[in-house]
């Protein structure tokens, strides 16, 4: 069973670009979220996913963006990309996101901002 | 903010136990206990969670005390490749069936040889 897949791996875009992250979540999975990872504030969820709805939304400006798509899969944009956007994105889905789900993570996009 | 206390660092021999603490005082009935590592520049790994009983399954145990104040993760036989950041999360249940972890700085275990 193929595991959460995130593409592109790596990128480097200038200040002021635009990037768009995409997630395939486990198969069966409806549940996507996302997450920030960065050396000064460590791992901080951005939004979640279930059913093309967004449920639930972290403390991130609304240059950050995302939806799901009815396959499940998902995509995030950065808009108007700032130096401190410089991160790992990561990408974790589940059954339904309910309690006592098992969240699988997938390896990240890392994004550099120049 | 984190709901769970974890010591920054800890060494531990190879071949041997390794046991990571978590203290999680504020936890609620409903609240799960996860534990993900992270491998440097990797993904987070999923290992156990639990809510109650103590969990075992291939890769590590969860033993959760009488009161859920608190958790060990053990790794029985510690190997190199164990060496990574253990993260120990109670997962929230702010809205019922939606999906968010909140992550504290984790405990980053040294295997040595």
């Known amino acids: 069973k193929a595991g959460v897949t995130q593409t592109p791996r790596y990128l480097i875009k200038t200040r002021g670009q635009q990037v768009t992250l995409s997630c395939s979540p486990i198969?069966?999975?409806?549940?996507v979220s996302w997450y920030q990872q960065t050396p000064g504030q460590g791992l901080q969820f951005l939004f979640e996913?279930?059913?093309?709805?967004?449920?639930n939304k972290g403390n991130f400006p609304g240059r950050f963006s995302g939806r799901q798509f009815s396959n499940s899969r998902s995509e995030m944009n950065v808009s108007t990309l700032e130096l401190g956007d410089s991160a790992l994105y990561l990408c974790?889905?589940?059954?339904?996101?309910?309690?006592?789900?098992?969240?699988?993570f997938g390896e990240g996009s890392w994004l550099t901002v120049v | 903010d984190a709901k769970t206390t974890q010591p920054p660092s800890m060494d531990c021999a190879e071949g041997r136990a390794a046991n990571l603490p978590c203290n999680h005082s504020?936890?609620?009935?409903?609240?799960?206990v996860y534990w993900y590592r992270q491998i440097h520049s990797q993904g987070p790994q999923y290992i156990i969670h639990g809510l109650k009983n103590n969990e075992t399954n291939e890769m590590a145990s969860l033993i959760i005390t009488e009161d859920r104040k608190s958790s060990t993760l053990i790794l029985p036989h510690a190997t190199l490749r164990d060496t990574a950041v253990y993260y120990c999360i109670v997962r929230l249940a702010i809205i019922q069936g939606a999906q968010k972890l909140v992550f504290g700085q984790g405990t980053r275990l040294t295997i040595n040889p």
């Open positions: 996913y279930f059913s093309e709805t967004q449920r």
């Open positions: 504020t936890i609620s009935g409903n609240e799960y």
């Open positions: 974790a889905s589940s059954v339904t996101g309910g309690n006592g789900n098992t969240i699988y």
């Open positions: 198969s069966g999975h409806r549940s």
